[in-house]
């Protein structure tokens, strides 16, 4: 396994199968993770850019919003526990929120990624007082991408190559995602 | 199997899973559908909100613009081929595009849906020339939704009980999607 680029104008196919995400940001050295359901690709090529929905509840929100910097990231099955754990806390009623998660940072970006993803994308906030006050919708400009490749390939999802595992995540409700499935293909 | 309408409230659930979709819209008499991968659920309960991203030059954008009203809706696997013709010819070349779509519509209000789907959310576009002229971005507030009862149910996605051809499409590039996979439930 190996955590390989992926071109900016090419980050939105991971988002282009609306897989759950975590968003992840770090302002003035307190990081935070949330899942995130609502991300989505706005636009691709050069500038490729994405949005996603921080409630105004979130702690992460408040790290975006100083550090004009976030994460999106695809988690996979074998992290569907952490996924909803990251959801259903907040780092405002116990700082230790993230302590057992695993971290670390891509080269020459100051923010946190989670170990384990199938995919991540760095932005840098593009700001919005109108989206972000009255959506809470964020948008971000696509800095650079990265995949694993067990699972993510020249562009492409790889899943009937990978382990069950290494599935996307497609949240429903409670503690209930469906995976990832069957490839189908129009010729 | 029977259309059943979905609570306002809930409708975020039927675009959480991430599923490509089906934009459509009217004005002026002139109907159009377009395959739309970037729809995304933006808020829930009874202002529910969606957003979803038209290219300036697609034909569906402009009735959208006409008319403040447009639908959004959740094709399934048997519809795979129908997804790939919506998403690459235009109305702007072929006005004959939808002849062969099989369209309804919902009481009391007047935007064409696609039979076959597995759920259909009506918005009224809420305007903003920003987004709309910088970002492609259009907001719509949920008026009503509905959903085929087989595959969604008391505002939960019952694909293990529905046949294979009812799971959504998952959109990668090209003519490839994936359909979306087995449940997991975190207890």
Redesign the interface.
């Known amino acids: 396994m190996a955590i390989v680029s992926v071109p900016v104008e090419k980050s939105y196919?991971l988002l282009?199968?609306?897989?759950?995400t975590l968003v992840s940001a770090k302002a003035e050295d307190i990081e935070n993770v949330m899942s995130v359901?609502?991300?989505?690709?706005?636009?691709y090529g050069p500038l490729s850019?994405v949005?996603t929905?921080l409630d105004k509840q979130a702690f992460t929100r408040g790290l975006v919003e100083k550090s004009g910097l976030f994460a999106i990231q695809i988690p996979v099955?074998n992290q569907?526990?952490l996924?909803?754990k990251l959801g259903t806390t907040s780092r405002h009623n116990n700082p230790h929120k993230i302590d057992d998660v695993e971290i670390f940072y891509p080269d020459g970006f100051d923010v946190p990624l989670v170990k384990g993803c199938a995919g991540w994308i760095i932005c840098q906030l593009i700001r919005?007082e109108?989206?972000q006050q009255n959506?809470?919708?964020f948008?971000g400009k696509v800095l650079a991408a990265y995949a694993d490749d067990r699972v993510f390939k020249d562009?492409?999802?790889i899943?009937e190559q990978a382990p069950n595992e290494l599935?996307t995540?497609?949240?429903?409700?409670?503690?209930?995602?469906?995976?990832?499935?069957?490839?189908?293909?129009?010729?």
Do not use: M, P
């Open positions: 196919r282009n199968i609306g897989a759950t359901a609502w991300s989505c690709a706005l636009d850019k949005t929905v099955a569907a526990e996924v909803i919005d109108n989206n959506h809470d919708l948008i562009a492409h999802w899943f599935r995540l497609h949240y429903v409700a409670g503690g209930q995602f469906y995976l990832i499935g069957e490839s189908l293909e129009v010729k």
